[in-house]
């Protein structure tokens, strides 16, 4: 390579380093001192409601969606029963069962659920993801979800943003916001 083209090509390669870097995706650890402290467990323990909006890849809204949920402890395990409504009127009923692991660390499995979901809170900030299996017993058709949910100061609202992928390309959108009574 001529020193020419060394010279252009250093400033680019410089400028693709930084711009990745920039890129490097955050850790729900980065919200550490987020207040007020998130714990999933204690906020989904009762009587939650949610309204909000899928989107398609390309963030266009394609439909509503409202969720009813009811979480009850059955020893160290939260039951949530949580029924879903679309827009189109269609419901689905979910059954979770979360577990807090330590301080920071919770699994959950549910009735449509591939294997565990793991999460992690810290601050006010909760990130979680797992596999929804759309259409039990074909796992062509499962999808990877990946949910932030960020409390709001009051405590008793919290912001869901929810990315659904599949085969790793994004495919929707959710982002609802959720309401503890």
């Known amino acids: ?3 020419r083209r060394l010279k252009n090509f250093v400033p680019v390669c410089l400028a693709a380093t930084l711009t990745l870097a920039g890129c490097a995706s955050l850790k729900p650890s980065d919200f550490a001192g987020g207040r007020p402290v998130f714990q999933p ?3 989904f323990a009762g009587c939650t409601h949610s309204s909000g909006v899928r989107e398609s890849a390309g963030g266009a809204p394609t439909e509503r969606v409202t969720t009813d949920t009811v979480g009850h ?10 029924n879903l409504t679309f827009g189109d009127g269609k419901t689905q009923h979910r059954s979770w069962r979360i577990r807090r692991q330590d301080a920071h660390h ?12 793991r999460g992690e809170a810290y601050g006010n900030v909760f990130h979680w993801s797992f596999t929804l299996a759309l259409s039990p017993g074909n796992p062509l058709a499962n999808v990877r979800m990946s949910q932030w949910m960020y409390l709001q100061p009051d405590g008793k609202t919290m912001i869901n943003h929810t990315t659904i992928r599949k085969a790793g ?13």
């Open 73 to 82: 402890w059955q020893g160290n395990v939260l039951h949530l029963e949580q």
């Open 1 to 3: 390579m001529n020193t």
């Open 169 to 181: 390309f994004v495919v929707a959108q959710v982002t609802e916001q959720f309401r503890r009574e």
């Open 106 to 117: 919770f699994s959950a499995t549910a009735n449509d659920m591939v294997g565990t979901a």
């Open 41 to 43: 467990d204690r906020f």
